[in-house]
């Protein structure tokens, strides 16, 4: 079991008062807080190592290129990649889904077809229609049914041969869904189609296996593993790495320049152009040690008895419903209070302290759907306590009082 108070000990913002109050933070999906050990090894590059990689020959550059190259090492064992060239360092998902969409411009014919799922982030979308209008490609969409559960038959009757590529999120931001993203992948690989995984939401909470599930890409982002903003990891297999042309051009990235013709370097350099996040980079191998200490199962464990806790106290307000109820989810629960604005309910509750995300959650697909302007979501983080949910839970019904 997980002895709560002593991880609370390890998060300096976690004892600090916000308006006042004791923060309860249940903004985990769109950042986590970060462990002392973290904070410490950022000003420890930049007090003891700091110069640029993979160019100097002297020894700060030697042991800032090291203590990348080990970060990388670690991220590679961490998600189980083959190679350490499999796995290239980003600014985030955004970054990742980006540089992928990018690459496919060159694979793509007017006509060829692009599934993403009904329940992702608009980093999961937009990338992919602008591809479209470059190639003339069409973006086709796996639907949800009512409990926010994406509907494999229509996925299966969706896939043909026009299937380039599918990209779907292996849990949803904005309602907790865990996708049955095994079977997606192997459906996508007979149908000859590639399929990326947005990971974004899903590291925090388990230990991706990219041989074992077979993916051709794996995109996820630091700052909510509790590591550094501006820093993630895009998996790709060497081969489909190989295949993508650089997305883009500068220093790092190449073998030889002439103003003829320039030769790209190896993997994963052609993909790292430029100075990277040295230390991001470095530090998020630090968070991924750290959350690996904690260790996954005791963070589910805690997770769900979290999930189970809030979402039998908040259904004990009345007129509250919650979007996002699929057999297979994760700490997250969305919701709405009947003929409440969910904004006036976030407002209110941000003055005792607590912290929730309210809006469509950069998801406004999944708002339309369901037919509501957006809503609250409390995303809860190991470090999360039920003495949290109940202060939360109180200060609702006290909202509630105030807005009827
Ligand atoms: C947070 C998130 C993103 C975007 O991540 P960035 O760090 O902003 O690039 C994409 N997809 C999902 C599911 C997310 O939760």
């Not at 923060?23 to 950042?31: K, P």
Request: charged residues 20%.
């Amino acid at each position: 079991m997980l002895d709560v108070n002593k991880i609370r000990a390890d998060f300096p913002i976690l004892s600090q008062k916000v308006n006042g109050k004791a923060l309860v933070y249940f903004d985990n999906g769109a950042t986590s807080q970060k462990p002392q050990v973290v904070i410490d090894a950022i000003s420890k590059y930049y007090q003891e190592i700091n110069a640029n990689i993979h160019r100097g020959v002297h020894t700060l550059s030697q042991l800032a290129t090291d203590a990348y190259e080990i970060s990388r090492g670690k991220l590679q064992n961490h998600i189980n990649a083959k190679f350490p060239h499999e796995v290239l360092f980003t600014s985030g998902t955004t970054h990742g889904i980006n540089l992928v969409a990018n690459g496919f411009a060159s694979i793509l014919k007017p006509g060829d077809e692009i599934l993403v799922s009904a329940m992702e982030h608009h980093s999961n979308i937009v990338p992919w229609q602008m591809l479209c209008e470059k190639t003339g490609a069409i973006l086709r969409v796996i639907p949800m049914n009512l409990n926010g559960e994406l509907i494999m038959s229509e996925y299966d009757k969706l896939l043909s041969d026009k299937t380039k590529i599918v990209t779907v999120n292996h849990i949803s931001n904005a309602l907790g869904t865990v996708n049955p993203i095994k079977y997606m992948i192997d459906k996508a690989h007979e149908a000859g189609a590639a399929i990326l995984i947005d990971g974004a939401q899903a590291v925090p909470h388990l230990k991706p296996d990219v041989q074992e599930l077979n993916c051709d890409f794996y995109v996820f982002s630091g700052h909510k593993i509790c590591g550094p903003t501006g820093v993630g990891i895009l998996y790709g297999k060497e081969a489909w790495l190989n295949k993508l042309p650089p997305y883009q051009g500068g220093g790092e990235m190449i073998k030889e320049v002439t103003f003829e013709k320039t030769t790209y370097a190896e993997l994963p350099h052609k993909f790292e152009a430029g100075t990277p996040n040295i230390a991001g980079g470095i530090v998020l191998g630090t968070a991924v040690d750290y959350m690996n200490e904690v260790g996954f199962d005791n963070i589910q464990q805690q997770e769900l008895e979290l999930l189970e806790y809030g979402t039998k106290r908040l259904l004990e307000i009345e007129g509250l419903k919650i979007f996002g109820t699929a057999a297979a989810k994760t700490s997250v629960i969305s919701f709405n209070i009947e003929g409440i604005h969910p904004y006036d309910i976030g407002t209110i509750i941000d003055k005792l302290g607590i912290a929730v995300r309210t809006g469509h959650h950069c998801a406004q697909p999944i708002m339309d759907f369901f037919k509501i302007p957006g809503t609250i979501r409390a995303s809860f983080a190991f470090y999360n306590t039920p003495e949290e949910i109940d202060v939360m839970v109180e200060a609702i019904k006290k909202a509630k009082v105030m807005l009827s």
